[in-house]
């Protein structure tokens, strides 16, 4: 059972455009919930995190948005730019869980 | 802060050979370290939890004789693929917790041959 659920799979944007990836969860237990981004060959890498007491958090040109009552949260990326081109992953997390979404490649079309 | 090595980066060895891959924790000590296995353009795959001083937790469907984990130290776990096949090449990644996240290694690529 997929516990995180993300969409779409694959995202093309202009540059200076906004980026949007979605994510869903089921387990009510869920209390962490980052965002990591992935270029080709490397690890992935912390980019931005929320905790459900908080329905958005904001870093710079990342922005988490959170909906407890729904159980979603999004990545918005204002700006995006040719760079931003990677693959996202979103996970949710309890005690020692990590559990994560399958992926969005995000490509940036100058 | 909270840098994760690993090494080798990548490593081609011939099938029925044993390769050992490294994670440590540059700047700070991790309790828990994760392995995770991940194929081509897909998520991240856990393989088994390892925890300094006790032997690790694996997930199920992964043989814990073939891939042996260590977590001697605070700083240090590794990953033994014993008897390597071509069907274990893939990616590895290790990741280190710190308090509330869990920090990435760069991956180690491994082609059995």
């Known amino acids: 059972q997929q516990q995180v659920k993300q969409s779409p799979q694959s995202l093309i944007v202009q540059k200076g455009g906004i980026s949007i990836i979605n994510c869903a969860y089921e387990n009510t237990a869920f209390d962490y919930f980052p965002w990591y981004q992935q270029f080709p060959g490397k690890g992935p890498a912390l980019l931005i995190a929320?905790?459900?007491?908080?329905s958005e958090k904001k870093e710079g040109r990342f922005t988490i948005s959170f909906n407890k009552s729904a159980k979603q949260f999004s990545l918005h990326i204002m700006d995006s730019q040719p760079g931003d081109s990677a693959t996202y992953f979103c996970?949710?997390?309890?005690?020692?869980?990590?559990?994560f979404g399958t992926g969005t490649s995000l490509t940036v079309i100058p | 802060g909270a840098v994760v090595s690993q090494h080798p980066s990548w490593v081609i060895c011939k099938s029925g050979t044993s390769v050992k891959i490294e994670c440590r924790s540059l700047d700070f000590q991790a309790t828990t370290m994760f392995w995770y296995r991940q194929f081509p353009k897909q998520s991240l795959m856990l393989m088994a939890t390892?925890?300094?001083?006790?032997?690790?937790?694996?997930e199920q469907g992964v043989e814990k004789d073939k891939f042996l984990i260590n977590h001697a130290s605070l700083t240090l776990s590794t990953l033994t693929v014993t008897s390597a096949h071509p069907e274990d090449s893939s990616f590895y990644i290790c990741?280190?917790?710190?308090?509330?996240?869990?920090?990435f290694g760069p991956g180690t690529r491994l082609t059995v041959t």
């Open positions: 929320i905790r459900p007491d908080v």
């Open positions: 390892s925890n300094e001083g006790s032997k690790a937790t694996y």
């Open positions: 996970a949710a997390s309890r005690v020692n869980q990590f559990y």
């Open positions: 990741s280190a917790r710190r308090e509330r996240e869990q920090y």
